[in-house]
């Protein structure tokens, strides 16, 4: 009997500490050469599936804003996609894709507007989350001042 307890109990731990090691993690990027910060969320809603939820905010100098989208391997399996949409203003709508690195979670980034008039690209830059303030972001340009 003592036996059959510690193998549930050692099965429940492990399934405990697994999902709160899957439950959620926050990942934060630089849009090198602009000065905005991608600050998301990812969770993993079932540790079985690859597709994980991102949510979190989009910052530049003057404006913040929501941001929320997917993060799943490609095709290949060698790295990470993460695909975030964004609402700027009450006209300004933007669509963010990254591919990164399944380690160091930085890659590269492109971005449109909903009615794909103006784009930009550029690198993920991986940035420690816990620095972050409003006053961390400097004046400069934005990734979404594109003309």
């Known amino acids: 009997m003592k036996k059959i307890a510690l ?13 709160t090691i899957s439950e959620a993690a926050e990942w934060c990027w630089k849009m090198d050469p602009y ?50 949409h964004g609402t700027k203003d009450n006209m300004s709508k933007w669509d963010l894709r990254a591919v990164l690195d399944p380690v160091t979670k930085a890659g590269t980034w492109q971005i449109s507007n909903s009615t794909e008039t103006q784009s930009n690209s550029g690198t993920f830059t991986r940035v420690n989350c816990l620095s972050l303030t409003p006053l961390s972001i400097s004046d400069g340009p934005s990734a979404t001042d594109v003309k």
């Open 7 to 19: 193998v549930v109990f050692a099965v429940v731990l492990t399934i405990g500490f697994s999902l």
């Open 35 to 84: 000065i905005d910060i991608v600050k998301v969320t990812v969770t993993k809603p079932d540790p079985l599936k690859p597709h994980k939820l991102a949510v979190g905010r989009w910052y530049d100098a003057t404006n913040t804003f929501p941001v929320v989208g997917a993060v799943e391997k490609s095709v290949d399996g060698l790295s990470l996609i993460i695909s975030l």
